[in-house]
Nanobody, 116 residues
Framework: QVQLVESGGGLVQAGGSLRLSCAASGRAFNIISASMGWYRQAPGKDRELVAALYSGGTTNYADSVKGRFTISKDRARNTLVLQMNNLQPEDTAVYYC????????WGQGTQVTVSS
């Protein structure tokens, strides 16, 4: 079992920044070796990958966030982080953290709202 708890969402003006955190726990879970990702779902749209950080250290970003978002791990805190800069109204969505340990595990999501 893996538990993921997101935090850090909120309301911000266009051009602003937010830092999302995903606290991970579970007896068999090892954040160092885990592949993890951030996804988002806007109203009326499918859930989409925002950024992924794989076990080997490589990253993958959606084209729409390249150069603005950065995914990283805080190993000391067992936390996945998404630094979001220059936020735009189209970034408004519920952001979810995901990992896989035998099966997919998702957090409950955190709302990000960007006003124009």
């Amino acid at each position: 079992q893996v538990q993921l708890v997101e935090s850090g969402g909120g309301l911000v003006q266009a051009g602003g920044s937010l830092r999302l955190s995903c606290a991970a726990s579970g007896r068999a879970f090892n954040i160092i070796s885990a592949s993890m990702g951030w996804y988002r779902q806007a109203p009326g749209k499918d859930r989409e990958l925002v950024a992924a950080l794989y076990s080997g250290g490589t990253t993958n970003y959606a084209d729409s966030v390249k150069g603005r978002f950065t995914i990283s791990k805080d190993r000391a805190r067992n936390t996945l982080v998404l630094q979001m800069n220059n936020l735009q109204p189209e970034d408004t969505a519920v952001y979810y953290c995901k990992t896989r340990l035998g099966r997919d595990y998702w957090g409950q999501g955190t709302q990000v709202t960007v006003s124009s």
